[in-house]
């Protein structure tokens, strides 16, 4: 092989290397479903989760990582405008964990998962059309005292 055979399967390798970058990354941004883990150590994995427009339905997965119970260590995942999360996670403290401490049918949920404990997995399913492109989303968990630091944002992409 000489010197310009060796630099041309080079340029290809890039090539190649840069195409299939790009093209898992366009997998990626199309994605329909996210899972997001959760820790006995009240901790998301996850800050941000981006929600392509062109989804019919968008599904979170919530993977409870840790080993607690879910009466000592619960977690779930509500979706809601920035804005009404306090009031969200208000009604939902008096709902109660049998409620998975979300009010029932409390119209600023855009979508919750059941409470679940260590090892236990739960799924919501919403319609990324109820995102308003002006408003602030967030996810949060809404067992008491989780959601200060058990939080991210949910932008629509």
Not at 15 to 32: R, T, V
Not at 56 to 64: N, W
Not at 67 to 93: A, C, E, F, R
Request: proline share 3%; charged share 15%.
């Amino acid at each position: 092989m000489n010197k310009y055979t060796h630099l041309h399967w080079h340029t290809l390798s890039i090539l190649a290397s840069a195409f299939f970058g790009l093209h898992q990354y366009a997998l990626a941004a199309d994605s329909c479903e996210v899972t997001v883990e959760a820790t006995d150590s009240m901790t998301f994995t996850t800050k941000e989760i981006a929600v392509p427009k062109s989804c019919k339905a968008f599904s979170i997965h919530l993977k409870h990582t840790g080993t607690m119970s879910k009466n000592i260590m619960g977690h779930n995942l509500v979706v809601s405008k920035q804005t009404d999360q306090q009031p969200v996670l208000q009604d939902g403290m008096k709902a109660g964990a049998s409620q998975s401490f979300v009010k029932p049918q409390d119209v600023r949920v855009l979508a919750f998962t059941a409470l679940i404990g260590g090892g236990e997995q739960a799924s919501t399913t919403f319609s990324p059309a109820k995102l308003e492109v002006t408003a602030n989303y967030v996810f949060f968990c809404s067992f008491p005292g989780h959601a200060s630091v058990m939080k991210g944002a949910i932008k629509l992409i």
